[in-house]
């Protein structure tokens, strides 16, 4: 079991604040880069009401996303995005009033080694990270870097994690845990996977930390029947999509508020 | 460049390519880097080859599949006119000779055995040359499973032959539409792909690339080609072991196989890439496909494309324990070009007869180039794999020369 609010950082102190007033949590996902103006979709989700914002950089070989994901970060790398570029956009971000969350492949974190690269967050004003081919057994190296950088790396959980791994991950995980929702990769699906539940459940007898699902999590009404079990929602696909085609903050700003009409109903 | 690194005359502790330590490592590099949701299919299979591999049933059956099935032991044999020109003495392990034409059948025969074990019904595969899709439609065929094979749709069109060769066998063969459209974005399909199948699927990974335990499973499964091979030396060879062990890189599954019978020998190996695929040689420290070792970046750390004229040899990087051997100074790691690897095949063809893979003439091409340049002295012995055959090059030459 896991102390509370002793090691809790500044993401996680947020979540659970914002979750023990009763709030389903929101966090809705954008590829940086993806357009020259992109950080205003980040000031277009707080304003609809995000709890957290992830934005990923993009990585050549995304072995865990589906094809929306895929698509957006050949976009923003053919328009010359990179991490450094990302993280300079993001440092001129400020006053959100949310916690940013970084996510990328292992790669990109040892390019510059995990110690550099969680400095270069913190310097960026991120909090947390997620590196969706990083499993525990192999985080030692980014835990201890991201501790000392004062960055909080939240692992991911799965349907397949057998039931004391699960204690392992939620026990080594900082500011939540992510719960893959599914057996697949990111993307939008018609409805809510069987397997969340069970999943949510799970995670639960092992830790009190904030437990966001993420992954096929497309609509308002999957995100309301979500947040019957988990502490909140990743929502990324569906925006994503939503600015491939076109859609600008503003656009954007609805849907999240749409989501977040939903959570705030159940 | 790293290509001067001291050769380690003795092999170091470390360096015999027994088993990984912990974790699959292989000094720094290896792993099970893999997302969450695959690393409980990684201990299974891990969990399911050691049981196999230490039971004699199973290396009993798979022995016999490679005997009766695969056309197991393969020759050696002596390349005599080319020897007398180069001045040393080549011997060509002939993988060329195996069912389906390369070495990809030892390795997958294995798996595939391996699959019925764990009562998996489908082998999801990725190829780029096609070799492995088609030894993997081959042995899914044989055994009454279901393949399902991702290949890049440049390579698709490339590897006609091979694409035809798989649906004929009865396999489902995915094109890859994303990225460069080569082998590392098929691997990636294929990744992708078995996150959401592992309840039925065996990933049947065709190198010594990907999460533990596949760059150790998959070596072991080639090891049969050294092991062959140190026999076969032991009686054509005067001193019983060569003086050099030559083997072309891709990811590295050949070379592997191949430096494993001569691990605990002081036999010199070299490992051959493609100078456009050059992962050991030139890449540098990542983690991708599920291991730590070394690819071809960007300065921002992106994964570059790998260019080669031999679809095999287009992989952006190398599998962990090349990287370690490399490290050690136990193997060395040098490139051809495309046109050396051209010309190699051109000449063991006419001097030989032997049409050999695209693939398999970069291993050749350096023989060639280091017997001419001294750095191989008169009179060595070498021992070369000569991996897979011709055949499927042919549009690709007819184009060329």
């Known amino acids: ?266 | 460049m790293r290509n001067v690194l001291p050769w380690s005359e003795q092999a170091p502790p470390d360096g015999t390519m027994g088993e990984p330590r912990a974790l699959g490592r292989f000094g720094e590099y290896g792993g099970r880097y893999a997302p969450e949701s695959l690393v409980e299919a990684c201990r299974e299979v891990d969990e399911a080859f050691r049981e196999a591999w230490a039971d004699p049933g199973f290396r009993g059956a798979l022995a016999r599949l490679l005997a009766v099935y695969a056309g197991r032991p393969t020759p050696l044999t002596p390349a005599h006119r080319l020897s007398e020109a180069l001045g040393v003495r080549l011997y060509l392990k002939r993988e060329d000779l195996t069912h389906t034409g390369s070495h990809k059948i030892n390795n997958v025969l294995g798996q595939a055995l391996l699959a019925v074990r764990m009562g998996q019904r489908r082998l999801i595969a990725e190829t780029g040359a096609g070799q492995h899709g088609v030894a993997t439609a081959t042995a899914a065929a044989l055994l009454g499973l279901e393949a399902t094979v991702f290949m890049g749709e440049r390579d698709i069109e490339r590897q006609a032959l091979n694409v035809f060769r798989m649906r004929m066998l009865g396999a489902e063969v995915v094109p890859v539409t994303t990225g460069s459209r080569t082998l590392k974005d098929a691997t990636s399909e294929a990744m992708r792909y078995w996150v959401g199948a592992t309840g039925d699927s065996h990933y049947c990974i065709g190198s010594v690339v990907g999460p533990d335990p596949y760059p150790w499973m998959v070596r072991e499964f080639q090891r049969v080609i050294g092991e062959e091979a140190r026999g076969q030396c032991a009686e054509e060879l005067r001193a019983g072991v060569p003086d050099y062990v030559v083997a072309c890189v891709g990811g590295g599954s050949n070379a592997a196989g191949t430096f494993a019978g001569f691990a605990d020998t002081p036999a010199r190996f070299v490992g051959v890439e493609a100078e456009g695929g050059a992962g050991a040689a030139r890449g540098r420290l990542g983690v991708l496909h599920g291991c730590r070792s070394l690819f071809l970046q960007d300065g921002d750390g992106q994964i570059v494309e790998a260019h080669s004229v031999a679809a095999g040899l287009d992989y952006p990087g190398v599998g962990p324990e090349h990287a370690h051997l490399r490290d050690l100074g136990r193997a060395r790691y040098v490139t051809v070009t495309d046109e050396e690897a051209i010309g190699a095949a051109v000449r063991l063809a006419r001097t030989e007869g032997i049409v050999p893979a695209l693939e398999s003439a970069h291993a050749l091409a350096w023989v060639i180039r280091a017997a001419g340049d001294g750095r191989l002295p008169a009179g060595s012995t070498v021992l070369m794999t000569l991996s897979g055959r011709g055949d499927k090059d042919a549009s690709t030459l007819k184009e060329l020369l």
């Open chain 1, 1 to 266: 079991m896991t102390h509370p609010t002793l090691a809790a950082g500044q993401v996680e102190r947020h979540l659970r604040a914002r979750r023990d007033t009763g709030r389903r949590l929101l966090m809705p996902y954008v590829t940086g880069g993806i357009t020259p103006g992109w950080t205003d979709y980040l000031k277009a989700f707080a304003a609809a009401g995000a709890d957290a914002i992830e934005v990923g950089l993009p990585f050549s070989d995304p072995t865990l996303d589906g094809v929306t994901i895929q698509q957006a970060g050949d976009t923003a790398l053919a328009r010359g995005a990179n991490t450094r570029r990302i993280l300079a956009d993001l440092s001129e971000v400020r006053d959100l009033g949310v916690p940013l969350v970084v996510s990328t492949y292992y790669n990109l974190v040892l390019h510059d080694g995990p110690e550099a690269f969680c400095a270069a967050l913190r310097r960026a004003g991120a909090g947390g990270l997620i590196v969706p081919d990083l499993p525990v057994h192999e985080a030692d190296e980014l835990v201890d870097a991201a501790a000392a950088a004062g960055i909080e790396p939240a692992l991911l959980a799965s349907p397949a994690t057998p039931q004391p791994r699960l204690a392992e991950i939620a026990s080594r995980s900082r500011g939540f845990i992510y719960a893959v929702s599914l057996m697949g990769t990111t993307g939008e699906r018609a409805a809510l996977a069987a397997s969340a539940a069970g999943l949510t459940e799970r995670i639960r007898h092992v830790t009190d930390r904030p437990v966001l699902l993420g992954f096929g999590i497309s609509t308002p009404d999957q995100a309301r029947e979500a947040g019957r079990y988990a502490d909140g929602v990743v929502v990324g696909a569906a925006v994503m999509r939503r600015v491939l085609d076109g859609a600008g903050p503003e656009d954007l700003r609805a849907f999240v508020a749409t989501l977040r009409q939903a959570l705030d109903q159940e």
